[in-house]
């Protein structure tokens, strides 16, 4: 094994060697990348997540707390200013179940259990004190629920109630809610907020609660007319303004065609809520009569005595007259009846958000609009829109050549933006282009390197083994010709002693002779 890892390590060694210096270069950066990558990733991946172990806390239960946390080596993190404490995830419920054995958080903003000191010998001052403050911290509690506060303060008046007074002095309540740097509260959570804290006082108005952000901004004051209503109140007129502005331009698009006409439209809302009641009387002759009575009276007898009558005069005279009156007769009757009346009793209550009045103008562009009759599209829009007169409503139509100069400057600004863009478009795809071709380059002259350093390899290699191959057969070729010399001369000895003993056996005389000469010479 570790030969297999020296031979590895000297031949990525001498490969490396084999670089220019450029690519040593980009082989050291890209080592170096890949492995800060690495590390990068390792740590992504093995850091923990964090979950808010307790949120909205007390600078005193945050520095309790974290106190603790340090104590016992369970990492931490601080956010929304240090009112939050967040943790691992895995470690969420073991710390805080920890932490509330230690007692943590203790510190407390208020709230009911301010009452839970109180005694016999609590004095009457103080129960009435602590009561407010209990007030002022559950209020302050269930305003910070409300999305986008982060903190509340509220402060009550209550005045003390006096027994033989008809006029009591009325509770007020101010309230400073702290939201995000940059953001404030929408119309309807201020009206949230009024109307939890006056419903929560007893005898406390909605008028009289004040409230204000971190910035100083007041979004609602006393006297009935909060900056929320009239700002609601400001929403839906300009909504149904510009519903009406925006039929109206619809219509006259498809009349006049598109830009050839401009509309306005004011309207004014009736916001007061009127409630009508009215009690009607109705006899009904069909019921018979709850109750009648009749009297008659009937009187007959002779007239008054003749020479009697006349007229006193001023001497105390008497002047009678003449004559005699006849018999006279006196007749009266009279009916008395008492019917059922029907009480018809009819209430109506107006909402708020009537039309009181809707005022119109339209403008028709005179150089397209020659054949288009004022009165007509007069007439069309009152129609479209019920134009009541009664109520002072108002519409005018006038025709005048329009301005085009904008719209003309507004084209050329769009088409110089346009080309700019398509200009910045083709720079930015030429600058990829060359980034790219530039990659491709160093890519294509770095195979080229590589597969001219692998042909030099080979033949370096080739020639290497020729030149071993050339001096293994140098090596060899003595020691084949001595064997061949060696064997040549076997075969001829062989040879020899072949015709030596064939020449014996035909010519024994012969040899007998020869033998004896060099015997002799010797």
Avoid: C
Wanted: proline fraction near 3%; charge should be negative; aromatic fraction near 4%.
């Amino acid at each position: 094994m570790r030969d297999v890892l020296t031979r590895s390590m000297n031949r990525h060694r001498s490969t490396f060697q084999q670089f220019t210096a450029g690519q040593k270069v980009v082989a050291i950066i890209g080592t170096a990348a890949l492995l800060l990558g690495g590390f990068m990733v390792f740590r992504w991946a093995s850091a923990p997540t964090y979950a808010p172990l307790f949120s909205n806390l007390a600078p005193a239960d945050a520095s309790a707390v974290v106190e603790e946390l340090e104590a016992q080596g369970i990492g931490y993190e601080l956010a929304d200013g240090g009112g939050t404490i967040m943790v691992p995830r895995d470690a969420v419920y073991s710390t805080r179940i920890t932490l509330s054995g230690e007692g943590l958080p203790t510190a407390s903003e208020g709230g009911y259990s301010i009452l839970d000191d109180q005694g016999i010998s609590t004095s009457e001052f103080k129960e009435q004190t602590d009561f407010k403050r209990a007030m002022e911290g559950e209020l302050a509690s269930t305003i910070k629920a409300i999305d986008g506060v982060n903190g509340a303060v509220v402060h009550l008046a209550i005045p003390q109630k006096d027994v033989f007074t008809d006029e009591q002095q009325p509770a007020t309540a101010s309230v400073l809610v702290q939201t995000n740097p940059g953001s404030t509260l929408a119309p309807e959570q201020v009206q949230a907020v009024v109307h939890l804290v006056a419903s929560s006082i007893d005898g406390l108005d909605p008028d009289n609660v004040t409230v204000a952000d971190s910035s100083g901004q007041v979004l609602s004051s006393p006297g009935g007319s909060t900056s929320a209503v009239a700002t609601e109140r400001t929403q839906q007129t300009e909504a149904y303004q510009d519903q009406l502005r925006a039929r109206l331009q619809a219509m006259l698009d498809r009349v006049v065609g598109p830009g050839n006409s401009t509309v306005q439209a004011t309207v004014e809302l009736d916001f007061d809520k009127a409630v009508t009641e009215t009690t009607d009387y109705r006899a009904d002759e069909e019921i018979p009569a709850l109750q009648e009575s009749l009297s008659s009276e009937t009187y007959s007898g002779a007239g008054a005595a003749e020479g009697v009558g006349g007229v006193v005069g001023v001497d105390q005279g008497t002047d009678t007259g003449a004559g005699a009156a006849g018999d006279s007769a006196y007749n009266n009757s009279s009916s008395s009846r008492t019917n059922g009346v029907d009480t018809v009793v009819e209430t109506r209550e107006t909402a708020p958000g009537s039309v009181e009045k809707v005022n119109v103008g339209v403008v028709l562009d005179t150089n397209t609009t020659q054949g288009v009759s004022a009165t007509d599209v007069r007439t069309l829009i009152a129609d479209a829109i019920g134009i009541d007169g009664r109520r002072g409503d108002s519409i005018r139509v006038v025709t005048m050549p329009f301005d085009r100069s904008g719209e003309e400057s507004v084209a050329a600004e769009l088409e110089a933006a346009a080309a700019a863009e398509a200009a910045a478009a083709r720079a930015d795809l030429i600058e990829k282009g060359a980034l790219v071709g530039a990659v491709l380059l160093v890519l294509l002259l770095a195979m080229l390197s590589a597969r001219r350093r692998n042909k030099k390899r080979e033949q370096a290699t080739t020639y290497v083994v020729e030149q071993l191959r050339q001096e293994r057969q140098a090596i060899e070729a003595p020691a084949a010709a001595t064997l061949a010399l060696a064997e040549a001369e076997h075969i001829e000895e062989s040879n020899v002693r072949e015709e030596l003993s064939a020449l014996i056996e035909r010519q024994p005389d012969d040899v007998a002779a020869l033998l004896r000469g060099w015997l002799v010479e010797r």
